[in-house]
């Protein structure tokens, strides 16, 4: 069956240019995670969707990070003005429920590579 | 602050030996997680423990909870290249509604 799936797999661009990632989750799963990972580094939580909305935005670094879903289903992570610092492989994950008593399997895509020059 | 600290930070083996790695924290967690992580590509689960003191198998690799769940191991035996790749600890607290990762262990196994 089809699995997490993210696009671009890789993006080079500009620094001050506007970038949008894109990730659709596996059909049926209700939560939605955004991660980025810098080079040989873990993951740092970014933002959590549960359906449509967002109960958990703590992890996004700056204003010019934000993030959308749409139809339970597609989710666009978006970065405004791009630093080079934000250079790193950007990871989506889904799961069936959110995390509650019992922790859940997340799904994860294979990421999209940004670099910013 | 680290929620969740993984030791060794890097480790390179030769195919065939046995290793540990661990996974700390100060808190307590409701249930944690193992995953595995290839170049390229997201991370794949391994295992869920959820009860103190829990062991589970999976081929040659065991994985412990601690007594007091602030704590696990991941032992691997006779491993294997296709062991390489950074493992990530992942655990759920109860006080909060998201599960937090480990900074990794990135294993290297040499043939």
């Known amino acids: 069956g089809a699995g997490v799936s993210q696009s671009p797999s890789n993006k080079v661009t500009e620094k001050g240019k506007d970038v949008e990632l894109r990730c659709d989750p596996i059909s049926g799963h209700t939560a939605l995670y955004w991660y980025r990972q810098r080079l040989g580094q873990g993951l740092e939580f970014l933002i959590y969707?549960?359906?449509?909305?967002?109960?958990?935005k703590s992890g996004l670094p700056s204003d010019r990070f934000s993030a959308e879903r749409t139809g339970e289903s597609v989710s666009t992570l978006t970065i405004q003005r791009t630093q080079q610092e934000d250079s790193a492989v950007y990871l989506c994950?889904?799961?069936?429920?959110?995390?509650?008593?019992?922790?859940?399997?997340?799904?994860f895509g294979p990421g999209t590579r940004l670099t910013v020059l | 602050t680290q929620l969740l600290e993984q030791s060794p930070q890097f480790l390179s083996i030769q195919e065939g030996e046995n290793l540990t790695v661990y996974c700390n924290s100060s808190?307590?967690?409701?249930?944690l997680q193992w995953y595995r992580q290839e170049p390229g590509e997201g991370p794949v689960l391994l295992v869920t423990v959820v009860t103190g003191g829990e062991v589970k198998k999976l081929k040659r690799l065991t994985f412990q909870f601690g007594d007091a769940r602030k704590d696990s191991s991941l032992h691997i035996t006779a491993a294997q290249p296709g062991d390489t790749g950074l493992y990530l600890c992942a655990g759920l607290k109860t006080s909060y509604d998201k599960v937090i990762f480990g900074p990794g262990t990135s294993l290297s196994v040499i043939p």
């Open positions: 969707f549960q359906g449509n909305s967002a109960p958990d």
């Open positions: 994950a889904s799961s069936l429920a959110p995390p509650r008593v019992r922790i859940n399997e997340q799904f």
């Open positions: 808190s307590v967690f409701s249930s």
